[in-house]
């Protein structure tokens, strides 16, 4: 019990004497002593291991973790205490910071008004140690005499060099522009004369005159650049800032701001002009266009009459008139022509082509030919649009096939009168069955808008789409027939499409009329609107035969031998089909056999054979 008892207090009191040195430690870190009890820490004899051990010579592990865990304590005590200093200190320090900033402004423009003063006082103590030294000459013989008037001289000169800043100073801010150039050409000359004349200036004078022109020259560009930049600023006063600061030698400067100034103008008109999804597309794209082309020929404008015809800002007008007409086909592309395209909208994807390209046109006569940029932008547009539109006379009419009853009847009798060529009057003559009719109609509209397909090159790729559609209608016609599915299931283009089927020998050779007349008549009739050349040939000669004019285009007569050539598919399918009706029965026997033939020679009435209708057609 004595044993534990002991043991007990000395752990206690260890205990007791590491709580008192952290509090010690704590107190003396807070009392007034601080500053002496810091100080044994500062002498260059201090060494921390003699130190520790001093102070923790008695303590055992236990203790001197507690100790260690009463610094930690302390020293996050401090960081708070820091943190919540900082934070209360926070707006003051950043108020001192800013007077700080403001007071350093202020002997910064101290500093340099001072430094004008003395400029200008050294400039007064020159000229008046000019007038003195001028007023001892002496004027007693002639030589002195003209010795006087060259002091005289020289001193009127200088005396001018002191005015002058001042002078443009005053030119500059009454905006006076011509009369800033040319006293900038007056003390350029002077220049020239006094380093050509040793005597006219003296060295600090010729500097002083020459940073004064540099500086003012400086001064008048940044003033016309800004008067260039405002939207207010057009026509007259836009061409004479930018002409005065061609004069100042900074030419590519005043044309790059000529250039923005028009740039900067079209952007405050685009302003009025916001697209819609109820709006007309043609509107909007006449409405831009009308905006883009005639910055575009106004800024040619103007500098063609600053510029003239150098070629360094010619080029560099090019390559500004291309960028805003890529900007310009963008826009028309994403507001008004992609959703023209991707509906299949032929027609009005055209007339937004046609708007942009008759704007664009007129800048030809100013030497810009943007209209190949244009047609390269709006291409892949107009390419969407041809193949939605294809694909729809193509569904169109599949629809039909699966409806038609295959009676050849004439056409509707309203017909679209406004467009229509001669050509489509007299399609009205013929007799075609539903689908056919359909077929046809469709082409003949979307034959009335192919400008732009012409413009663009893509006579070919139209031909080509309208021989796939008019393929994919023969197979429908193939399908039709009574037992073609089983002979002609992998078609190329049937697809599963379901068709109305041709029972009778009427219907049967209506879908060989169908097929052949489109062929041979109304598809080509229509294509002819694709060549430039014919069409002004049929309204020089309109008595002229098609066929005649069709002729001359090695594409288009390759283009009417395939459409032959589906045709003969047709054919093909319609008389064998009708050749084997003849030769074998419904149960697979033979109707003709060699004994027939043998047996026809002894019969005395024997009949007058003579081929079917249907085999007449087929011949």
């Known amino acids: 019990m004595a044993a534990a008892a002991a043991t007990k207090s000395s752990r206690s009191s260890r205990a007791s004497s590491a709580g008192a040195i952290a509090t010690a430690i704590s107190n003396g870190l807070n009392g007034p002593q601080l500053e002496d009890k810091l100080n044994i820490f500062k002498a260059d004899s201090f060494d921390p291991d003699s130190f520790v051990q001093s102070k923790c010579l008695s303590l055992n592990e236990k203790e001197i973790r507690q100790l260690c865990s009463s610094l930690l304590d302390l020293k996050k005590a401090s960081a708070e205490e820091m943190r919540r200093s900082v934070y209360a200190n926070y707006t003051a320090f950043i108020r001192t910071s800013k007077e700080i900033s403001d007071l350093e402004g202020e002997l910064l423009s101290i ?25 001892s000459v002496s004027l007693g013989s002639k030589l ?34 011509d009369e800033a150039l040319a006293s900038l050409d007056e003390g350029e000359r002077i220049v020239a004369q006094a380093k050509k004349e ?48 061609k004069r100042l030698g900074d030419g590519p400067r005043a044309h790059n701001l000529l250039l923005n100034a028009h740039y900067q103008r079209f952007l405050y008109n685009m302003r009025s002009l916001r697209p819609s999804s109820t709006s007309y597309g043609g509107a909007y794209t006449a409405a831009l266009s009308q905006l883009v082309f005639s910055a575009i020929a106004q800024a040619a404008t103007d500098s063609a009459a600053v510029f003239g015809k150098e070629p360094a800002y010619a080029s560099e007008l090019v390559v500004w008139a291309t960028k805003q007409t ?80 295959w009676v050849l009847t004439a056409p509707p009798t309203v017909a679209r009168q406004s467009g229509r060529s001669s050509g489509s009057v007299v399609n009205l003559q013929h007799k075609l069955s539903s689908s056919a009719h359909r077929f046809n109609s469709m082409v003949q509209d979307f034959f009335e808008d192919v400008g732009p397909l012409l413009s663009m090159q893509l006579g070919g790729p139209t031909l080509e789409g309208l021989y796939q559609v008019f393929n994919s209608y023969v197979n429908l016609l193939i399908n039709a027939l009574p037992g073609s599915m089983e002979d002609e299931g992998n078609l190329e283009g049937s697809g599963n499409k379901i068709v109305r089927m041709a029972e009778t020998e009427a219907q049967q050779i209506a879908l060989l009329a169908n097929a052949s ?37 090695p594409e288009q007569r390759e283009w009417r031998r395939r459409l032959q050539r589906s045709v003969d598919r047709l054919r093909d399918s319609f008389c064998r089909q009708h ?29 007058e054979w003579f081929p079917s209708p249907v085999f007449q057609i087929c011949l």
């Open 517 to 553: 007349l489109l062929a041979d008549e109304l598809l080509p009739r229509a294509a002819m609107k694709l060549s430039p050349v014919n069409q002004t040939n049929l309204k020089d000669n309109p008595r002229k035969k098609a066929s005649e004019r069709q002729n001359r285009h």
């Open 198 to 245: 040793d005597k006219i200036l003296s060295p600090e004078a010729l500097y002083s005159l020459q940073n004064t022109i540099t500086e003012h020259k400086q001064k008048l560009a940044d003033q016309l650049a800004e008067a260039a930049c405002q939207p207010s600023t057009r026509g007259v006063e836009l061409r004479a800032a930018v002409s005065a600061l």
């Open 326 to 405: 890529e900007a310009f086909a963008l826009l028309a592309k994403r507001h008004a022509l992609a959703s023209s395209a991707a509906a299949g909208g032929m027609r009005a994807a055209a007339e937004c082509v046609q708007i942009a390209l008759g704007h664009c046109s007129l800048l030809e006569a100013r030497g810009l030919a943007l209209c190949p940029v244009l047609l390269k932008l709006f291409r892949p547009s107009v390419e969407q649009a041809l193949d939605a539109n294809l694909k729809r006379i193509e569904e169109s009419t599949a629809a039909l096939a699966a409806a038609d009853d």
């Open 144 to 177: 002195h005499e003209l010795s006087r008037c060259d002091d005289r001289e020289i001193s009127d000169i200088e005396k001018w060099t002191l005015e002058f800043p001042d002078m443009l100073d005053v030119l500059l801010a009454e905006r006076r522009i």
């Open 111 to 135: 500093r340099n008004l001072l430094s004008t003063q003395a400029a200008l006082i050294h400039g007064l103590a020159e000229g008046v140690n000019i007038d003195s030294l001028s007023n």
């Open 579 to 607: 050749a084997l009706d003849l030769i074998f029965t419904e149960d697979g026997d033979t109707n003709l056999s060699a004994d027939m033939y043998i047996n026809m020679d002894g019969n005395v009435d024997e009949p």
